[in-house]
């Protein structure tokens, strides 16, 4: 679930896309998530941290070097979001923020936004811990 993106052609997602893009994509995804309904209330105020782990993760996660094994250890990222309450209506919107983040990033060509969508969509419903309350 975590292991790099294999690919064919075109070296991997993270060569494709670069670390300033990627970058780029982390903090407008962010701005995004502070802004939901849905996602503020279970997000510190402060997203420096998170932005800074989910930039790490993702690095490694598209074939780049391992930095959030290196700096924080094994992800286990559904064991570390259990103390959060995702339902699935919040990675719904988790997925309409980062949607919307990629839709915003213009360096990052749409098939290679498509490819990321795609294997974050397959993450995201691994993380859903909590039923729809209401
Ligand atoms: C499905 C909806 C999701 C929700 C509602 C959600 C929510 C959260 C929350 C509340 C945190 C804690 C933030 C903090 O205290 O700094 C967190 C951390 C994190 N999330 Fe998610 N998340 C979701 C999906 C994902 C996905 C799909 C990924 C990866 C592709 C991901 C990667 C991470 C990482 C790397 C962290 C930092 C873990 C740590 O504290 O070490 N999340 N998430």
Redesign the pocket.
């Known amino acids: 679930m975590t292991a790099p993106i294999a690919l064919t052609t075109g070296g991997t997602l993270y060569e494709r896309i670069g670390p300033e893009a990627l970058a780029a994509l982390v903090q407008t995804f962010y701005t995004h998530v502070a802004a939901d309904p849905e ?1 503020a209330p ?3 105020p402060d ?1 420096t ?2 932005a800074e ?2 930039l790490a ?2 690095t490694g ?1 598209m074939g780049g070097p391992p930095l ?1 094994h290196q700096r ?1 250890g094994n ?1 286990m ?1 559904r064991a ?2 259990l103390p ?1 309450e ?1 339902t699935p209506r ?2 719904q ?3 309409a923020c980062m949607a919307a983040a990629l839709a915003a990033t213009p360096q990052i060509a749409p098939a290679d936004a498509q490819e990321l969508y795609t294997a ?1 969509s397959r ?2 419903v691994h ?2 811990n909590t039923p729809d309350h209401r």
């Open positions: 996602l279970i997000f510190p997203l941290v998170t782990k989910q993760f993702l996660f959030f924080y992800p990222l570390r979001h959060h995702v919040r990675a919107a988790w997925m974050l993450v995201a993380m859903v």
